[in-house]
């Protein structure tokens, strides 16, 4: 399994920002994805997962209805668009697989991570 994640860079408060993740080794539709972030000094997060493809997404607090996260099994990508960002949305992001989720999260493989800069 390999996850390439894309689409970070540098943005002002307030502006957009737009991530994907590429899969690849293996059909993900039932798999559970999911976006974590770490930022500097800080243990990672979760930010955004859904248990499989077209089943209920779940936001951290801190990003819901700024933040939203969706699945496209054909391309085998999951995407992360990201809204109204704040500084305090600076981190690097990873996506994330997990190939055994029975009602509870264990991811078991991570991208390498994008980092996103928000600047006030």
């Known amino acids: 399994v390999q996850l390439a994640e894309s689409g970070g860079g540098l943005v002002q408060a307030g502006g957009s920002l737009r991530l994907s993740c590429a899969a690849s080794?293996?059909?993900?539709?039932?798999?559970?994805m999911g976006w974590f972030r770490q930022a500097p000094g800080k243990e990672r997060e979760f930010v955004a997962g859904?248990?499989?493809?077209?089943?209920?997404?779940r936001y951290a607090d801190s990003v819901k209805g700024r933040f939203t996260m969706s699945r496209d099994s054909a391309k085998n990508t999951v995407s992360l668009q990201m809204n109204s960002l704040k500084p305090e949305d600076t981190a690097v992001y990873f996506c994330?697989?997990?190939?055994?989720?029975?009602?509870?999260?264990?991811?078991?493989?991570w991208g390498q991570g994008t980092q996103v800069t928000v600047s006030s």
């Open positions: 994330a697989v997990d190939t055994n989720f029975i009602g509870s999260y264990h991811w078991d493989y």
């Open positions: 080794g293996r059909t993900f539709s039932r798999d559970a």
């Open positions: 859904s248990p499989w493809s077209g089943g209920s997404i």
